[in-house]
């Protein structure tokens, strides 16, 4: 091997090492089959790079030129699927310089100054949040849309509402269903939030201690669509609190996206009957001819435990690390990888699954006339009548327990019945036991009366198209 050929070595930190890597140490501390996805916003980083070396005096612009020139080709042969990934590669930063050596040469060996992989993931693993999280948010509307059409389109539908899932008051389907969007639209805002802190570009920090080159780290940020810089090079090497509040709003997008999943098993269910999800979205049995299973909400239910693992996972690689930069950094990636993909999907699928959503209205709203759920408006029609809640709420108690005594429901109740528990009942009381007035009071900020559901609905759409 000549001395110039041992410059550029196969591994690129190889010079103060006398013995090879052991090839099983090769395997364990590689990355290069997580991180490759990182390909894009490698070169985009690199590019950048150049461009603020270029500015700093440190290349000649012919050299930038050609370095830049060497990793778009490198780009494209990756995306083409005609790069060689080669096991020696500890991750991708390695395997594209290294490839950028052989396509240019010595000038190849200059993209590195100023730089350490440190930084330079660093920055990798923000570009590629920013964007992932721009597709969650859109994921997110998207999920959104389906349910205010679904709600728009089934207005008039009333089924029980339920604590502790015992039938308790009647509201809208559609009151319901907005529930998920107001969730969803905390989910975007946690998301927003994180972005902000993702939009950091910490380039410059070198491997820990900043850099020697009098680089603009200002004017890479510029170039790169970074509205701040990272103040403290020990600091941005080492934080990677932008993946962990992206994993934290993750895991709360999959409870909220389980909570439905959950609710739509339920409503599918013979038992309720209350839903039936399209057949497209649903599996059969290999022994009983007569199943049809909600194979996709049971999935999207168990993903959430994944999706809260990975968040889990960070957290702990986090916790206790001296500073700065250390190796277990490098397990950030998998987690948050396999997070992200498996919340795209299951709100890619959830937004389909309610498009395809039938609602059995009739079996709703029987539902929501039968096991007293218009006690609450006897009790507050007492009220009315002069009588404390406390006592009114006792009476009423009092009734539903005759009436189940005796097999009934409440909606056949007659004045003389009602009068047998207290005077304070008149003719007007029965008029309190219709589903549809016992919706219409609910007429305050959030209530579930149609005029007031019509109202959020309409904003929440004009919010949506706003943002779409
Ligand atoms: N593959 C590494 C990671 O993902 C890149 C940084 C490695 N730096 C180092 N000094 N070993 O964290």
Same mark, same amino acid.
């Not at 902000?196 to 900043?210: D, E, F, H, Q, Y």
């Not at 699928?349 to 079996?363: C, D, F, I, K």
């Given at each position: 091997?000549?001395?110039?050929?041992?410059?550029?070595?196969?591994?690129?930190?190889?010079?103060?090492?006398?013995?090879?890597?052991? +090839?099983?140490?090769?395997?364990?501390?590689?990355?290069?089959?997580?991180?490759?996805?990182?390909?894009?916003?490698?070169?985009?980083?690199?590019?950048?790079?150049?461009?603020?070396?270029?500015?700093?005096?440190?290349?000649? =612009?012919?050299?930038?030129?050609?370095?830049?020139?060497?990793?778009?080709?490198?780009?494209?042969?990756?995306?083409?699927?005609?790069?060689?990934?080669?096991?020696?590669?500890?991750?991708?930063?390695?395997?594209?310089?290294?490839?950028?050596?052989?396509?240019?040469?010595?000038?190849?060996?200059?993209?590195?100054?100023?730089?350490?992989?440190?930084?330079?993931?660093?920055?990798?693993?923000?570009?590629?949040?920013?964007?992932?999280?721009?597709?969650?948010?859109?994921?997110?509307?998207?999920?959104?849309?389906?349910?205010?059409?679904?709600?728009?389109?089934?207005?008039?539908?009333?089924?029980?509402?339920?604590?502790?899932?015992?039938?308790?008051?009647?509201?809208?389907?559609?009151?319901?269903?907005?529930?998920?969007?107001?969730?969803?639209?905390?989910?975007?805002? =946690?998301?927003?939030?994180?972005?902000? =802190?993702?939009?950091?570009? +910490?380039?410059?920090?070198?491997?820990?201690?900043?850099?020697?080159? +009098?680089?603009?780290?200002?004017?890479?940020?510029?170039?790169?669509?970074?509205?701040?810089?990272?103040?403290?090079?020990?600091?941005?090497?080492?934080?990677?609190?932008?993946?962990?509040?992206?994993?934290?709003?993750?895991?709360?997008?999959?409870?909220?996206?389980?909570?439905?999943?959950?609710?739509?098993?339920?409503?599918?269910?013979?038992?309720?009957?209350?839903?039936?999800? +399209?057949?497209?979205?649903?599996?059969?049995?290999?022994?009983?001819?007569?199943?049809?299973?909600?194979?996709?909400?049971?999935?999207?239910?168990?993903?959430?435990?994944?999706?809260?693992?990975?968040?889990?996972?960070?957290?702990?690689?986090?916790?206790?690390?001296?500073?700065?930069?250390?190796?277990?950094?490098?397990?950030?990636?998998?987690?948050?990888?396999?997070?992200?993909?498996?919340?795209?999907?299951?709100?890619?699928?959830?937004?389909?699954?309610?498009?395809? &959503?039938?609602?059995?209205?009739?079996?709703?709203?029987?539902?929501?006339?039968?096991?007293?759920?218009?006690?609450?408006?006897?009790?507050?029609?007492?009220? &009315?009548?002069?009588?404390?809640?406390?006592?009114?709420?006792?009476?009423?108690?009092?009734?539903?327990?005759? =009436?189940?005594?005796?097999?009934?429901?409440?909606?056949?109740?007659?004045?003389?019945?009602?009068?047998?528990?207290?005077?304070?009942?008149?003719?007007?009381?029965?008029?309190?036991?219709?589903?549809?007035?016992?919706?219409?009071?609910?007429?305050?900020?959030?209530?579930?009366?149609?005029?007031?559901?019509?109202?959020?609905?309409?904003?929440?759409?004009?919010?949506?198209?706003?943002?779409?």
């Amino acid at each position: 091997m000549t001395g110039r050929r041992k410059t550029w070595q196969k591994k690129a930190w190889a010079g103060r090492f006398r013995g090879k890597t052991d +090839p099983k140490v090769e395997a364990f501390t590689s990355s290069l089959a997580v991180d490759r996805r990182l390909y894009r916003q490698d070169i985009a980083g690199s590019i950048a790079h150049c461009r603020t070396l270029q500015r700093a005096g440190v290349l000649a =612009r012919r050299e930038a030129e050609k370095l830049i020139a060497g990793l778009h080709r490198i780009e494209r042969e990756i995306s083409e699927g005609r790069f060689r990934f080669a096991p020696e590669h500890e991750d991708i930063h390695m395997a594209i310089e290294a490839r950028l050596i052989e396509l240019v040469g010595d000038v190849g060996g200059k993209l590195h100054t100023g730089r350490s992989r440190n930084d330079q993931v660093a920055l990798d693993l923000r570009l590629y949040l920013r964007e992932e999280v721009a597709g969650l948010l859109a994921g997110l509307r998207r999920f959104q849309e389906s349910l205010v059409a679904l709600a728009r389109r089934e207005i008039s539908v009333v089924m029980p509402g339920y604590t502790h899932l015992q039938r308790a008051q009647p509201v809208l389907l559609a009151h319901h269903l907005l529930a998920y969007v107001e969730m969803a639209e905390r989910d975007k805002g =946690r998301l927003r939030d994180a972005l902000r =802190r993702i939009n950091v570009m +910490p380039l410059g920090s070198g491997a820990l201690a900043g850099t020697n080159y +009098p680089l603009d780290r200002e004017y890479t940020a510029r170039l790169l669509g970074f509205p701040a810089v990272s103040q403290n090079s020990l600091d941005a090497v080492s934080d990677r609190d932008f993946v962990a509040e992206t994993l934290a709003a993750l895991a709360l997008v999959m409870a909220h996206a389980s909570r439905f999943a959950e609710e739509l098993v339920l409503w599918s269910s013979q038992e309720f009957g209350f839903v039936e999800l +399209p057949d497209a979205f649903c599996t059969g049995s290999s022994m009983m001819p007569q199943k049809k299973n909600p194979d996709v909400p049971e999935l999207i239910r168990a993903k959430t435990g994944r999706v809260y693992g990975h968040l889990l996972a960070l957290l702990t690689v986090l916790k206790g690390l001296p500073l700065s930069y250390n190796r277990d950094l490098q397990e950030d990636k998998a987690p948050v990888f396999d997070a992200l993909e498996t919340v795209t999907g299951c709100l890619g699928l959830l937004a389909s699954l309610v498009g395809g &959503l039938s609602v059995r209205r009739r079996a709703m709203a029987r539902a929501a006339t039968a096991g007293f759920l218009l006690a609450t408006e006897l009790a507050d029609y007492l009220v &009315l009548k002069g009588v404390p809640f406390r006592r009114a709420h006792a009476v009423v108690g009092r009734i539903v327990r005759d =009436r189940m005594d005796r097999g009934k429901d409440l909606a056949d109740v007659s004045l003389d019945d009602l009068r047998s528990f207290s005077r304070a009942f008149e003719k007007d009381a029965l008029d309190v036991l219709s589903v549809e007035g016992a919706l219409e009071r609910k007429a305050s900020i959030g209530g579930t009366a149609r005029k007031r559901v019509e109202a959020r609905l309409k904003v929440l759409q004009k919010e949506l198209r706003a943002e779409g």
